[in-house]
């Protein structure tokens, strides 16, 4: 599956963002989802998952009651809500797939990636 990443941009604090990821290439319906972020000289963590159970949802706890992931199979789409955001929030997002995993968080399990999308917050 080929995934394409959008929706980042420079926001102040406690402003919000919706990015979103679409896919092709594959039964978007098998795949668990991730949304990962990654600073400058950090390595890529664990933002948001949904799983392809097509129930359960999970957060990093920096994030959780800030963020929201959801997905629409229908439109082959998962998207990430960023609300309250705070500079600590700047990192490029990507979006990841896979058809093995189902709650799993690490990154480097995950198969499939987007591009990534820039979020900048200022202060």
């Known amino acids: 599956v080929q995934l394409q990443a959008s929706g980042g941009g420079l926001v102040q604090a406690g402003g919000s963002l919706r990015l979103s990821c679409r896919a092709s290439g594959g039964t978007f319906s098998r795949y668990t989802l991730g949304w990962f972020r990654q600073a400058p000289g950090e390595e890529r963590k664990f933002v948001a998952l949904?799983?392809?159970?097509?129930?359960?949802?999970c957060y990093a706890d920096s994030v959780k009651g800030r963020f929201t992931i959801s997905r629409d199979n229908a439109a082959n789409a998962v998207y990430l809500r960023l609300n309250s955001l705070k500079p600590e929030d700047t990192a490029v997002y990507y979006c990841?797939?896979?058809?093995?995993?189902?709650?799993?968080?690490?990154?480097?399990?995950?198969?499939?990636w987007g591009q990534g999308t820039q979020v900048t917050v200022s202060s």
């Open positions: 990841a797939a896979d058809r093995q995993l189902l709650f799993e968080t690490r990154a480097s399990l995950f198969g499939n």
């Open positions: 949904f799983s392809r159970d097509g129930i359960t949802r």
